[in-house]
């Protein structure tokens, strides 16, 4: 006998063997699924579906930052002189009292620049605002909108905020101003505009988000914390989107003196990690925020995915020899709890980002940890690649971990390591071992299956991150779209009409570096996947020349046939009505275009017809686009309601892919069938189930009736047609002077000829009966 079972009869058989089962077998098994179906939700890869970041060098974007790795850039410099005369602090000697043993940095520009009126914060209240969590808003506004979140639909979403902050420069800044002018006008928001919980409560009030809001300091660990515990709490179910990252500016002298003092930092402003002169760390400031998702959310919902968090894992070094040394002991149990979370081996790790400060005492202590662990089963056929991020930007702090995140992504986007920079002679006290490579230039990033990095963060007192990073999954679904369709329309908006002039001058360069091909791409992301300000642009345009053509028109002033631009008077969406009409206007081929040139609309109108098929004698798609088609056959009712509806569900179908959304639907006759369906009364399927049945059931209806559009008042054609109030009535109120007459034939014959020799012009509509008449 075949041991073949069909998957029906599998379950049958198993609800079988289980009503054999005992009450305590049965609620045993019973625990069993459920604890699989925990362990599942708890080992859940986490979808980073968004980014973006300032860091150091120009590095104002993910695609600037990976300029910046890929060509092997250090971007340190001078301290700026807009934050503090380095003249009046610099002094060689650590041991000066009062002074900073380094004139060197990591820095961003144009941290004292912000827009309050974008995120409708008054100007008085901004300046009481730490540069950081101005900062922090743009940055996060910039990952949600990277990933086409729309903060008009995230209001009041269940969406949680885990922010990485140790810095309190400007708190410092602003008690020495409040101490020397106590009448000031700043007091009053400095509360909210200094305190910590401010840096993920802020970003929380001003987006709508109602999700767990954490800030979090653990001094140079705090941003993979952060992370670490957004992607717990989304595993948890306690939000369905996280916000995650951390920020660091260095704003006074004061905290640069007492590294100096304390022998943390390098003279020369660089981390030469790895190296036997490393002699402490260059400092740096930035931000940096990742969206995160569930991933079978992100897959659901259609995101964009750009890696997978697939474990982390956080603990403390507890009784090291001080407070601010390293516990390797620690760091291997670390490692070890993401790998479990992650359910990954050792020897899978193909790269680890370090933490990797440049210290004497911490990088021998890391390195050689992370050997101990992911040396199991390693070869050097398989080799560990390492290195870190703080050799090109420094040593963010709060916000390192976020950036080593951040740089391992776009190495797993574009499967290149970069170059691991100030690596002269290495380490002796750091067991190199033969399958232990730094890269020292750019590097193809080749791995035998997937790609799995590591991602370490120290906190300097104690605090340890890890987290376990997988290249994004391959597409479930990656059809070969052929976008025919002959024109685009590229809908920008801003808050000002000279940051509109700014978006319309970044798209034109943005173009530049994508093909002919990805211009449906883009103009739908901009139309449905950007916040709607008040100053709009659209643009009509059938190529990428000449979209970019028109961008530079309006640059420059000019007109341009299919540029139009102007002020709306608030910032919501438009309300879109949509009528979905009735019969009567019905021909052969309609919207056989869209058919040959619109997948969506193709896709709709086919779904349409696969589910007609039972009710119909003849195909659908025959009746409508086959070369054998007429149209006495779609004028018979059973097969115009059906057509009808399958057209007018297409088109609404196509209208959302393009982010057109209706407020409000009203219908007409069969129409009224479409806009009940498409607000959920009922299912395509028993939509177009009733609209077959009503259309077989009026083409049994005797025949002898018509359909007539009068051009006049409904009081005259009240007038002309009293004699024949049995046989004919008003169908539709179509408009002020657009009124359809239904009934008997030879009476709505009598009352034509009398209105048409009264000067009314009037129509028959192409219908096989007298509908919405007697």
Request: hydrophobic letters at 35%.
């Amino acid at each position: 006998m075949s041991n073949q079972f069909t998957q029906k009869e599998q379950i049958l058989t198993e609800k079988e063997q289980i009503k054999k089962l005992s009450p305590l077998q049965r609620a045993t098994l019973a625990l069993k699924k459920l604890d699989t179906k925990l362990n599942n939700t708890l080992h859940e890869p986490i979808a980073i579906i968004g980014m973006s970041c300032r860091f150091p060098g120009g590095a104002s974007d993910p695609e600037k930052f990976w300029q910046l790795l890929e060509g092997g850039i250090s971007a340190r410099s001078e301290i700026p002189r807009e934050r503090w005369d380095i003249e009046a602090y610099y002094n060689p000697d650590p041991d000066a009292p009062g002074k900073m043993s380094t004139r060197y940095g990591h820095f961003i520009d144009h941290v004292d620049h912000f827009d309050p009126d974008f995120f409708r914060i008054s100007p008085r209240e901004a300046v009481a605002i730490d540069p950081q969590y101005r900062l922090l808003l743009e940055v996060s506004w910039e990952a949600l909108e990277k990933a086409g979140q729309v903060l008009e639909r995230l209001d009041e979403a269940s969406v949680g905020v885990f922010v990485g902050n140790d810095g309190h420069d400007y708190e410092q800044l602003l008690q020495q101003h409040l101490q020397h002018n106590p009448e000031s006008p700043l007091a009053t928001y400095a509360g909210t505009g200094i305190v910590l919980s401010s840096a993920a409560g802020r970003l929380a009030y001003t987006f709508g988000f109602t999700g767990p809001t954490v800030s979090i300091d653990t001094a140079c660990s705090s941003s993979l914390v952060a992370i670490h515990q957004a992607s717990n709490s989304l595993r948890l179910g306690e939000c369905q989107m996280a916000l995650a990252g951390g920020v660091k500016l260095h704003l006074t002298p004061y905290s640069y003196i007492g590294v100096s003092i304390s022998r943390m930092i390098s003279a020369d402003g660089q981390c030469k990690t790895f190296d036997a002169s490393a002699d402490g760390y260059g400092r740096g400031e930035g931000c940096g925020m990742v969206l995160l998702k569930r991933l079978s959310d992100a897959q659901r919902d259609g995101d964009t995915i750009l890696a997978l968090i697939r474990g982390s894992a956080v603990n403390q070094d507890g009784p090291s020899s001080g407070l601010t040394v390293p516990n390797g002991q620690s760091q291997q149990r670390l490692i070890k709890q993401a790998l479990a979370q992650a359910q990954v081996k050792p020897s899978e790790i193909s790269y680890l980002e370090a933490h990797g400060t440049g210290t004497s005492l911490g990088d021998p202590i890391e390195v050689n940890a992370a050997i101990e662990v992911l040396g199991e089963d390693r070869t050097v056929e398989s080799p560990l690649w390492i290195a870190s991020v703080k050799t090109n930007i420094g040593h963010l702090e709060a916000a390192s971990g976020v950036s080593g995140l951040i740089k391992v992504v776009l190495s797993l986007q574009h499967r290149l390591l970069p170059a691991h920079l100030h690596l002269q002679q290495p380490n002796p006290k750091i067991d190199w071992q033969p399958w232990l490579q730094v890269p020292q230039q750019l590097t193809p990033w080749e791995a035998s299956g997937r790609r799995l990095a590591g991602v370490s963060s120290f906190g300097f007192t104690g605090t340890n991150a890890h987290v376990v990073l997988e290249e994004a999954p391959p597409l479930r679904e990656n059809p070969q779209v052929n976008w025919e369709r002959p024109l685009h329309v590229l809908g920008l908006s801003a808050n000002s009409e000279e940051a509109l002039y700014q978006l319309a001058q970044s798209y034109s360069q943005h173009l530049e570096n994508y093909s002919e091909q990805a211009l449906a791409n883009i103009c739908f992301t901009a139309n449905t996947g950007r916040f709607s300000y008040s100053h709009r642009l659209s643009l009509v345009a059938g190529t990428k020349e000449e979209l970019q053509e028109k961008l530079k028109a309006f640059d420059k002033g000019e007109e341009a046939t299919g540029l139009v631009n102007g002020v709306v008077g608030n910032n919501e969406f438009p309300k879109v009505a949509m009528l979905f009409t009735g019969q009567g206007s019905q021909y052969v081929g309609m919207g056989q275009q869209l058919y040959e040139t619109q997948p969506t609309f193709r896709k709709a109108i086919e779904k349409c017809a696969e589910i007609l098929q039972p009710y119909l004698d003849r195909y659908l798609l025959e009746v409508l686009y086959s070369a054998e088609a007429n149209e006495s056959v779609l004028e018979q009712t059973a097969y115009t309601q059906p057509a009808i509806f399958a057209l007018e569900y297409a088109l609404f179908k196509l209208w959302e892919s393009w982010g057109i959304k209706p407020s409000v639907v009203m219908g007409h006759s069969v129409g009224e069938y479409v806009a009940a369906c498409i607000t959920g009364v009922f299912s395509l399927e028993d939509g177009l189930k009733l609209i077959a049945m009503r259309g077989k059931l009026m083409q049994k209806l005797p025949s002898g009736g018509e359909m007539v559009s009068v051009m006049a008042s409904e009081s005259q054609v009240t007038e002309a047609i009293k004699e024949y109030t049995s046989q004919v009535t008003i169908a539709a109120v179509n408009g002020p002077e657009s009124i359809v007459i239904s009934g008997e034939s030879k009476a709505i014959g009598n009352i034509c000829n009398k209105l048409e020799s009264d000067g009314i012009k009037t129509k028959q509509l192409q219908v096989s009966h007298a509908f919405h008449s007697p």
